[in-house]
């Protein structure tokens, strides 16, 4: 017979110490998704409701690391935890797999990734780190495809640069930054043609083309595509907001504003950050 899930007061009344902290958020999960006296809302979840939280958490990490803050990194990194007990959770309840099976799979992984520190190949640098995790990669998978393993569910802009990087390492690759350029004015002639006369699919696939090719300009120059824009984001929103100050003690709503009168102000606003 298969044994009782806990619930919530059987965790609550065990004591910190008593296992290792993982083992208590692990029977955490698996009270709140316990039939008996769990959760209604984790009770309902799947693996496809679950993702949209799983990538946001990823986020927040992302944001915590980039504001340097301590304090939030621990605790967004808590959350994205959490994230992989719940996955590993509904896993289990279908026999498939458990949280343990996940962490050993990622521990031999990164042992067999890493012979030059638990074998006896040698890595002096980065880039031999690299290739050897290159070469195991695949050896695990013979015969795929250059660009496996690059995730459809990845933001564009990052799936867009991995997939140049794993062309690249094949050959597939321009000289420099400048023929890129030149692709790039090809790309902009093409964006011209498609707005006078192509249809909205055109339009959507020149598009494309084109914020592909500034990835793959923003690799060359050893620029991160997903970071460019994030700035460009954060550098638009503080312009923006500084533009709407300006503006709301000149007029009781900017609405008010002429487009020039915005524009005029904009330029201010990037004058005041030079």
Known sequence: MKKRLDTVQDVEDKPLGAKH????????????????GGCPWDLVQD?????????EEAYEVADAIERADMDDLREELGDLLLQSVYHAQMASEQGCFTIGDV???VTEKM???????????????????????????AAEKPGSSALEGVARALPALMRAQKLQNKAAKTGFEWPGPAQVLDKLEEELAEMREALACGSLEEKRDELGDLMFV???????MGLDAEEAL?????????????????LKLKYKDMSDASLVEMKQEWV???QKER
């Open 47 to 55: 693996f496809k409701s679950i993702v949209p939280y799983t990538i």
């Open 230 to 246: 994030r700035h460009g984001n954060d550098k638009f929103e503080r312009r923006f907001k500084g533009l709407e100050i300006e």
């Open 214 to 220: 500034l990835v793959n300009l923003g690799r060359m």
């Open 103 to 105: 962490i050993e799979g």
């Open 268 to 270: 201010r606003q990037k």
């Open 111 to 137: 042992i067999a990734r890493h012979p030059h520190v638990f074998g006896d190949a040698r890595a002096s640098n980065p880039e031999d780190v690299n290739r050897i995790w290159e070469e195991r990669k």
């Open 21 to 36: 902290p993982l083992d208590r958020l692990v029977e955490v999960m698996a009270a709140l998704r316990n039939p008996d």
